[in-house]
Structures are given as C-alpha cells and as structure tokens.
C-alpha cells in the first residue's frame, strides 16, 4: 500500500499486467481487507484469499483450485515496472518444444555487479544447459572460486507461469528445509523433482524490497525511464567507421562497394538545397537501380514523413535496401536514421519516439553531414515531430553505420544558417560542462568542442577551409560529450518553441540562450560576443503574441524534459524553475 507516484504500488503492478494485454483476466489475490476493497474501489478484481498461506503461490493456488483456467502467472504485487516482453517471454516456453517436461516457468535476469550478486535480496538462478533451474539461492551461486571462469550469473525475477495441474499438485506439499532456509518458495518444487523452465528477460525495470527501492522507484516513475540493474553504466554504442578529410566524399563509391548486395539499391536521402548541383550528383555515382530521393530541410523531420518514405521504398522495390545514405544537415540526417531505422521495425515512427523502444537492427546507413554542429552524424538519436511529441527516437540501432565528414561540402553554407547550427554545438558544450550529469568522460569531448567554437567563432585568423574542418570536428566532439550526459536549459525551452511556433532547432537555441545569463553567464558572454564578431541578429519578442493556451502547452513541453532540467539544475529543479518563472524568461524571449 505504500505510495508509488500518487497509487499504491499494489495498484500499479496490477494496472501494469493489464496493460500488457496479454491475459484473459488479472486478478489481486490478497488476505489483506485494506488491499482488497482499494483494488475493488478502482474498478479492479480482487479476490480475498480465505486461507492462511505460507506463500504467495499456495494463496493463488487456493484462488484458481475452481476456475477454469489453463496457464496462471503469478506476478508479485511489488513488481509495479512488470513489461510485458517479460511476461510474453515466461509464457513463450508453454509454447517450446520441451513444452510437456515443463512443470512451471519463470524469468531471470543478468546481472554483473558484484555488489549485486552478494546481496543477499537479490535471489540468484543457476541453470542447466537448457535453462531448467538447478537452484536458487540468496548466497552467490556459483562461487567463483576460479575468478578467471567465465560464469553468467542470474537474478531470479518473481514472475512464474504455471500450468492449472501443477500449481495445484503443489499446493499441499509441505515445505522443506532448504526453502524454510533461503525464504525462497520455489525451491519447494526443486526439493520435490520438478521442473522449472526458466527464461531471459533483461528488460526488467526495479523491484520494491527495501524502502531505498521505494525512493528509487518513484525518481524513476518521474523520469518516466526505466532504469535496470544493467545500466547503471550506460554501455552506448558509437559509429564504427567514419572517414574525414577535403575531397574524402570522393570515397563514398569504394565504400559502398562491399555492402552492395544483389538486386538491392542504395536510397540517397539529400538535402534539396543540392537540387542543381550537378557536380555533386555526379560524384555520387548512382548504379543499377539506386534511388536519388531530394527532401525539403525546410521543417525538421516529422514521424509521418518517415512513414511515407518508408512506405514509398517498400512499395518501389522488392528486395529490402543495400543502405541509406543521408546527405544534408541535422534534419536529413536524422530523417536517414530514422528511415533506416523504420525499414525493418513495424508500425509508425511514431511508436518508436522515447528510448531503447527499437526491436529489430536497422539497415546499414551512412551520414554525410554537409553543415556542422548538431552532432547529430554522431548521436544515439533522431529526434522528430510526432502526432504527440517532439522525441527522440533514442536506440542502439540508431547511429550511423559510416560517417563520412567532407568539410568542402559545407561551402555553400549561408553565414545565419552557420552561425544558428554551429551554436547548437557551442551550446551542447555549455550545457553539458555545467551540467550536474557531467563526468570525464563527456568532459573532454565538450572542452575539447568548446575551444574549437571559440576559435572558429572568435579568431581573425582561420582560413574558411581550416574553420570548416575544424566545426565539422566540434560539431562531433559536442555530440559526443552529450552522448554520456544531458543538455539543458536552452535545449528545454528550445524544443517548446519548435514545436508550438515550428521554430528550429539551432534558431531556437539561439533565441533561448541569449536571455540564459542567469545560468550560463560566462557561455552567454561568448555567445554574445561571437554574434556581434559576425553581425548575427537574433529574432525578438517571438513569444509575445502567444495565447495563453500556447504558453501552457509551451511550458508543459520544456518541463517535461525531465532528464534536462536534472541535468541543468540539480535534483531540486523543480523548486527553481517554476512555471511563472518559466514563462517570465519565455516573455522575455
Ligand atoms: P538543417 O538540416 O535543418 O539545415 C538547415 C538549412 O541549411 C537548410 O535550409 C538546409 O537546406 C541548409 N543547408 C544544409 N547544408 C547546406 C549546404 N552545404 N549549403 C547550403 N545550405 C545548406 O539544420 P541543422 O541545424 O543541421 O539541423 C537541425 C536539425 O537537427 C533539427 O531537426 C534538430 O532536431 C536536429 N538535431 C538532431 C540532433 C541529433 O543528435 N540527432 C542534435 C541536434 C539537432
Ligand atoms: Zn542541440
């Protein structure tokens, strides 16, 4: 009953198994009066328990003696962040085919941490080749007497799936001495010869034993992530191949090459901006039947304009794509990620925006960043406009296969354009320095960012060509001193402004942060002085003729980037960044 984001933790982990769709009925068995008549009052089912019960499985057992049922999982009421992939995956093994030795079913889980593995409340799993368990135990199991030994070890997860007969042939064998031992039930059906399939899950959010769990259940019910026993350190993956230098775009066909496959075309994605460049058409060196696809960067990329495209490849073509290749700034190449993303996942992008949603490997795909400062050639994300939000679709899969940085490609770049892009890199390095998320990690790709910007944008004595090459490396440092840590502020209120007035991006960022002083003050002092080096007029009072409904939604936008503002100003943000004062400083803009 205790409080889990404004519900009681019962309730969640019953709305949470609901959710998943995946059963005829869920019910609450409970001997408690408060747990029953709480599940009652919300419209749920419960069923009060009769009997006193050792354990949670003889209670269902009693609950389910006369229903007819087939299979009954039993999720334990503490496990409110149940996913349904888990639960999907317990249930697969009734479908296996060592489907009739199964008596009942249940998950486990990696782990790695030590620390962890000696913790007593975290129960432990070994298994047979074939995943049956051998036992279960709350001592490390096996002891790693050889440390050189390459053991897996497991966390138990409290969800079983039973076959009706096998709960029910259980349910009047006593318990014995090693279950009375470990407190862990189902060692009783070890003890008596049965056998327990057991399945991998490592999609599992936290369970609730102690109250330090508690607290970190409802920080991450806020975050609205889910954080697991394996990201404690995030293990994020970063673009294996990526080639630099003047004239190295001229490489693109040899690199192709190797990852043509029979049959199967290359999709260029361009910027339309290279329309008319006859030039660089012709170094692209289309073949066979690639496909040269020119999109407007006019708005930034939008779900449903990914789905069009995929579905326009689909329907064109036969065989699944050699690769995409995005040539363009931030927009198009995220448009490209996304893309290749969507080719071999199903449904709308749009089902895809927040983090880790992706299933399926995209097709390889490849960036040619031709304006510098997003980063995005080097993130793990690619942010669009959905029906809903303005997300990122944030995966493994994401990041570019190649990258390929031709700084004479961002020759054409108009002086505004370049200073509003460039300062989204400057702006990702202030942002991530001042941040509370910082690490050394992240630290040295933004300082390195950092002074880079304030050569390019600050020295009389680059050549364009060297200011080129060196913004096209800043750009890729920023992006990945915020691989590891957060924006902030600028990017909060920016992301508010794109998508109630449409306003992009770098434009935005730079509207935000010139009025930002009171948290960035040394990076909004450069930020000034590099616009007045280069004449850059900023818009003003683009918040001014808001209705009062777009300032809400415009607020509630920027607050809800929750790991931003954390990032920016600490656990306490909330306290700090109240919605008047939001509004002030948007008004001010
Ligand atoms: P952009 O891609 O929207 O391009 C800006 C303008 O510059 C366009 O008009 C484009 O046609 C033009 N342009 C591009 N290259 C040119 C060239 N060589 N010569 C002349 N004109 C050229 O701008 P951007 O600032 O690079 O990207 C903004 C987008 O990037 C936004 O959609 C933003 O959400 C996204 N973004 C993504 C990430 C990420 O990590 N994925 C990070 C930051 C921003
Ligand atoms: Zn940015």
């Known amino acids: 009953m205790q409080d889990l984001g404004g519900k009681p933790v019962i309730q969640r982990t019953y709305e949470a198994t609901q959710e998943t769709g995946l059963f005829d009925e869920v019910y609450v068995v409970t001997d408690s009066k408060i747990i029953f008549k709480e599940i009652e009052l919300n419209g749920g089912k419960a069923i009060m328990s009769i009997k006193e019960h050792d354990c949670g499985t003889d209670r269902i057992a009693e609950a389910v003696e006369n ?7 039993n999720v334990q009421g503490d496990e409110p962040f149940t996913s349904k992939s888990g639960l999907e995956q317990v249930l697969s093994v009734f479908n296996g085919p060592d489907a009739d030795k199964i008596d009942l079913a249940s998950l486990m889980t990696e782990m790695y941490d030590w620390k962890e593995i000696s913790d007593p409340n975290a129960v432990k799993v070994i298994v047979d080749k074939d995943n049956f368990a051998l036992y279960f135990s709350r001592s490390p199991i096996p002891y790693p007497r050889d440390k050189n030994a390459a053991v897996q070890y497991y966390k138990h997860k409290g969800i079983y799936a039973f076959r009706k007969q096998a709960l029910l042939d259980f349910y009047n064998l ?84 190797p990852k043509r496959k029979d049959k199967a075309p290359f999709i260029y994605l361009v910027d339309d901006v290279f329309k008319n460049d006859e030039d ?44 995409i290749i995005g040539i363009g700034g931030g927009s198009i190449l995220d448009l490209s990620k996304a893309v290749a993303i969507m080719l071999t996942n199903k449904g709308s992008a749009s089902e895809y925006q927040g983090w880790d949603l992706v299933k399926n490997k995209a097709i390889y795909h490849v960036g040619i960043p031709t304006i510098s400062g997003t980063g995005a050639e080097v993130s793990r994300t690619t942010v669009l406009t959905g029906p809903e939000k303005k997300l990122g679709i944030n995966s493994d899969f994401t990041p570019f296969d190649q990258v390929v940085l031709d700084p004479d490609l961002a020759a054409g770049v108009p002086t505004n354009q370049w200073f509003y892009t460039g300062m989204d890199c400057f702006i990702h390095c202030v942002e991530s320095l001042n941040g509370t998320f910082l690490n050394e990690f992240s630290k040295s790709y933004g300082e390195k960012a950092f002074d880079l910007c304030k050569e390019i944008f600050l020295s009389k004595h680059l050549t364009e060509e060297e200011s080129r090459g060196k913004l096209m490396m800043a750009s890729w440092h920023g992006g990945m001193s915020i691989a590891y840590s957060q924006v902030g502020i600028a990017h909060a209120m920016s992301y508010g402004l794109g998508y109630v007035l449409g306003t992009k991006h770098g434009i935005g960022n730079c509207i935000v942060f010139n009025h930002l002083d009171e948290y960035y003050p040394e990076g909004v002092r450069l930020f000034k002085e590099m616009k007045a080096f280069h004449n850059i007029e900023i818009p003003e009072g683009i918040c001014s003729k808001l209705t009062d409904n777009q300032m809400t939604t415009m607020i509630d936008i920027a607050l809800s980037l929750v790991p931003l503002w954390e990032n920016a100003l600490g656990d306490d943000w909330e306290r700090i960044m109240t919605r008047d004062k939001l509004r002030d400083l948007y008004l001010k803009m």
């Open 280 to 323: 660089l058409i012709n170094r692209m060196n289309l073949r066979f039947n690639d496909k040269l696809i020119f999109v407007s960067a006019e708005e930034e990329p939008k779900t449903q304009q990914v789905d069009t495209i995929v579905k326009n490849i689909k329907g064109e073509f036969t065989y699944s794509p050699s690769g």
């Open 174 to 257: 006593p318990m014995r001495s090693m279950e009375a031992a470990e407190k862990i039930e189902c060692i009783r059906y070890l003890e008596y010869g049965k056998n327990i399939k057991m399945a991998i899950s490592n999609t599992q959010g936290i369970e609730i034993d102690t109250p330090e769990d508690l607290v970190r259940a409802n920080k991450v019910l806020k975050e609205d992530k889910t954080i697991t026993v394996n990201n404690k350190y995030r293990n994020f993956p970063m673009v294996p191949k990526v080639i630099f230098g003047r004239g190295s775009f001229d490489q693109l066909t040899s690199i192709l090459a």
């Open 67 to 73: 229903m007819d049922v087939d299979i009954v999982v």
